[in-house]
């Protein structure tokens, strides 16, 4: 019967409504609420959905062991009037959703979520949540869940031959370890300042200790450089702290936002 319900819903709203009251009557004899079996839904059958069902999107940076969100999302079309809604989520490892939250009107359309997930416990990236609103109806909603990075050029220095030798390191947040570990494999931009634009001078990949070193060309002057670590399907992008190198002095790192 849940299996019947689940495909039932799958298909259209129409069907929906059908497939709802068949539940009603069958929840009558096993005393489980409509909404429960409507649950069972897998998360591969959630992903499937995407094309059919509305696709509001929420996303989190995941900086510490639990994810407190608080999202205004557009859950339908501008004129439609949506009901408060309990959130659920399923983490990998559970065979049954977990209720993590809830979702009230804000404004046509719009629905702000109020959440709390396990970071520990969830695969970083797309994931999804399922909302089933006061009158039973049922939406998907995209999580967008990505860990934070940090990428640092820790050395710098100009070298014969009109070349400079830099090195950099990048991390990210595990929230399993609840602190930041090196990102092996991932790529990383090292760019100049040139005439008020970052152009990028070398590519880098980290090792398993979350480093990499390189020399590329660079003139006997003063010069601006930064690293830039592109988002990933996990991660988070970011960009470290600019390290002005001259000739004749050592590379500085310096504050945020200072000007030079």
């Given at each position: 019967?849940k299996r ?6 799958i ?9 709802q009251a068949g ?5 009558a004899?096993?005393n489980?609420?409509?909404a429960?079996m409507?649950?069972?839904t897998?998360?591969a059958?959630?992903?499937?959905l995407?094309p059919?069902?509305?696709?509001p999107?929420?996303?989190a940076v ?5 994810i407190?969100l608080?999202?205004?999302?557009q859950?339908?079309p501008?004129g ?6 309990v ?5 990998p490892?559970?065979?049954r959703?977990?209720?993590v939250?809830?979702?009230?009107p804000?404004g046509p ?5 109020t ?6 416990r ?8 399922q ?5 039973g ?5 995209e999580?967008?869940?990505r860990?934070?990075?940090?990428v640092?050029i820790?050395?710098a ?5 009109a ?11 595990d929230?399993k370890?609840?602190r930041?570990v ?11 300042e040139?005439d008020?634009?970052w ?6 990949v980290?090792?398993v ?5 390189t ?5 006997s002057?003063r010069?601006y450089y930064?690293a830039?670590?592109?988002e990933?399907?996990?991660?988070r992008g970011?960009?470290s ?5 001259g000739p004749?002095s ?10 030079f």
């Amino acid at each position: 019967m849940k299996r019947i319900f689940v495909a039932t819903l799958i298909t259209t709203s129409v069907i929906l409504q059908l497939a709802q009251a068949g539940s009603s009557a069958a929840s009558a004899r096993t005393n489980q609420p409509v909404a429960s079996m409507a649950l069972t839904t897998s998360m591969a059958s959630v992903r499937s959905l995407a094309p059919v069902l509305a696709r509001p999107l929420a996303s989190a940076v995941i900086s510490s062991r639990m994810i407190i969100l608080s999202r205004t999302v557009q859950a339908g079309p501008p004129g439609q009037s949506l009901r408060p809604a309990v959130l659920w989520f399923s983490y990998p490892a559970d065979a049954r959703p977990t209720r993590v939250g809830s979702a009230v009107p804000a404004g046509p359309g719009r629905l702000q979520l109020t959440l709390r997930l396990d970071a520990a416990r969830i695969t970083p990236g797309p994931n999804w949540l399922q909302s089933i609103d006061t009158a039973g109806g049922w939406r998907a909603i995209e999580l967008d869940l990505r860990r934070l990075s940090r990428v640092a050029i820790t050395d710098a220095e100009l070298r014969p031959a009109a070349r400079i030798g830099m090195a950099v390191r990048v991390m990210h947040y595990d929230p399993k370890l609840d602190r930041f570990v090196p990102s092996q494999l991932s790529p990383v931009r090292l760019q100049e300042e040139i005439d008020g634009r970052w152009v990028t001078q070398a590519h880098v990949v980290s090792n398993v200790l979350g480093r990499a070193r390189t020399t590329f060309p660079a003139g006997s002057w003063r010069h601006y450089y930064r690293a830039v670590r592109p988002e990933g399907a996990t991660v988070r992008g970011a960009t470290s702290l600019i390290v002005r190198v001259g000739p004749h002095s050592p590379a500085v790192t310096l504050p945020a936002g200072a000007s030079f």
